[in-house]
Every structure is written in structure tokens, then in C-alpha cells.
């Protein structure tokens, strides 16, 4: 079974329908973005993993591909229903790839469905562009779960707070996924450590940006999605190519450095003498005047 993450908004914002008395009840599935007739598949309703966010169930019986979706939610306690009609999915789901083979064929412009031979090429190119992105920021971007067995939260946070848990020897993300009473006063948590990468939309851009742009520059890829072509000679021998936007023009590939803030912080102490303290010597700590 497929799962899909859902965040509701209502009036501009983000919202937590069940803390209001609402709720998230269903998702459905249409093959077309018109989203008009009999849906093809429908789920819910949508249980609540933490603050804002959602999780339906989608049947596995779908075939792989692209699915325009409308989500049916109860935002308040009194509120009507509301149809969020701006959901897309792309099946299928929960694998090693941020991004999906349909989001690299809308980057190229080739029409959908793909074909298995396409699909496969593209799943290999998005891979190639995780690769650069774990390179350059020394991180995976596929989170690890952890368990706590009996842990107990501290006074006064939230338990969808992972900073509720003991989670100081975890040196990175820490996201709570669920948790579930011993009835003993502590808690089973589980956790997710690391980046998570499908999350983060610097990160999926540059991946879908990438595989695209590699398949452009691919000999072997299809005619379609290749760079237009804006002279030939007379004779054919040469041709010419449109022109890339410059880095940092509107349109232009986003580069590899817009990931720097993905980096880990790495502590490195100061290397300095340590100073006698006051009134013997005149530290930075320990001066007096």
C-alpha cells in the first residue's frame, strides 16, 4: 500500500483540522486534471500523524503513473466542507527517489503517460542528481527510523515536539512520527532522523532541474525535451543551439551552492591558549577592566 502525506490549508495558512473539531476525510483519484466524473480511486479518511499533517492510504491496485486528486476536508467544528482540487500524485510512492519521473517529463515538456523505457531512464537520472546533492551537503536525503522504548516526555511541550523526548544524542532532524502510551507514564516513540529530502523544495528542484537538464544534454534521449535549435548550416554540418539563461536569470538551473544551508554544522573549538584566571592574567573571560 502507497501512503501520501497530506498538509490542508484553509484560508491561505496551514491548518490542524482535528484540533478544531474538523477533520480530513478523503481523497480522490481521476486520471484527467479535470478532475470531473466517476474518480478512478478513492481513500480516507486521512489520519492525523502530528501537527498539520495528514496520511491517507492508497490502494496499490493502481497502475504506475500520474493521478489529478481532490481532497475533501471539514477544516472547523460548524465549518462546511471544503475541496482542495491542487493535489497531484504521482505513483509510485515511498521509494530511495525525491522526485518522480512525470515531474522530470513536465520539466522537458514530453507528454504523459511514459513509457516503462522512459520512466526507467528517468528514475536513473533523478538518482544521479541525488547523488551530486548527497555529495555536496554530506548528508542522505532519505531519513533513518528510531525507536524509543520508554521514554518520558518533558513538562510543558507538545508530543508531536520531538524537543518532548530525550533526543540529545541525535546530531540532526529529528521528526516524531507517532507515539503511544505504556500506561507505566512513559511513551513508545517512533522517530524520524535525518533529512528528509522529499520535504525540502530547494532540494527536489534541483534534483528534477538536473535530470532534466542531463537528459537534454543525453544523445540517446528522446527527440522531444532536447534543446531547440535556432541555426542550421547550409549544408548541416553544424548546428546551433539556444542559449541557457545565465545563472542567476529567471529560468536559469539552479546551482549546486543554493544547498548550502543543507550542510551540516560541524563544531570545531577555538584554538587559543586558555588564559590564567583574574587577577593573574587578562582572559576574555576573566578581564576586569
Known amino acids: ?104 517529463a513536465d520539466a522537458l515538456n514530453i507528454p504523459l503517460p511514459l513509457t516503462p523505457a522512459q520512466r526507467e531512464r528517468y528514475w536513473q537520472k533523478i538518482r544521479e542528481a541525488q547523488a551530486d546533492v548527497f555529495t555536496y551537503i554530506g548528508r542522505p536525503l532519505i531519513p533513518t527510523p528510531q525507536r524509543l522504548l520508554s521514554a518520558t516526555p518533558m513538562y510543558g511541550y507538545s508530543l508531536d515536539d520531538p524537543q518532548a523526548w530525550p533526543i540529545q544524542h541525535y546530531d540532526d532532524v529529528v521528526s516524531v512520527v507517532s507515539y503511544s502510551n505504556n500506561l507505566d507514564g512513559t511513551y513508545e516513540v517512533q522517530l524520524l532522523i535525518g533529512l528528509d529530502g522529499s520535504t525540502e523544495e530547494p532540494i527536489v528542484r534541483y534534483v528534477i532541474a538536473h535530470a532534466a537538464e542531463s537528459l537534454r544534454n543525453d544523445p540517446a534521449s528522446d527527440a522531444d525535451g532536447t534543446r531547440r535549435v535556432s541555426s542550421v548550416s547550409a549544408e548541416g554540418q553544424s548546428i546551433s543551439y539556444d542559449a541557457a539563461p545565465a545563472p542567476g536569470q529567471p529560468g536559469s538551473l539552479p546551482s549546486i551552492g543554493s544547498l548550502s544551508g543543507y550542510r551540516r554544522q560541524i563544531y570545531r573549538p577555538l584554538n587559543t591558549v586558555p588564559a590564567a584566571p583574574w587577577p593573574y592574567g587578562g582572559g576574555r573571560r576573566h578581564r576586569r577592566w
Open 1 to 104: 500500500m502507497a501512503v501520501y502525506d497530506y498538509r490542508p490549508v484553509w484560508a491561505g495558512a496551514l491548518c490542524d483540522p482535528a484540533t478544531a473539531g474538523g477533520s480530513v476525510d478523503r481523497i480522490d483519484l481521476y486520471t484527467g486534471p479535470e478532475r470531473t466524473g466517476t474518480p478512478l480511486a478513492a481513500a480516507g479518511p486521512a489520519v492525523r500523524l502530528r501537527d498539520s499533517v495528514y496520511r491517507f492510504t492508497i490502494p496499490d491496485t493502481l497502475p504506475v503513473g500520474r493521478y489529478w486528486c481532490t481532497v475533501t476536508l471539514t477544516p472547523a467544528k460548524d465549518q462546511p466542507a471544503e475541496q482542495d482540487a491542487t493535489v497531484r500524485l504521482d505513483l509510485p510512492r515511498g521509494g530511495e527517489l525525491i522526485a518522480s519521473a512525470e515531474q522530470v
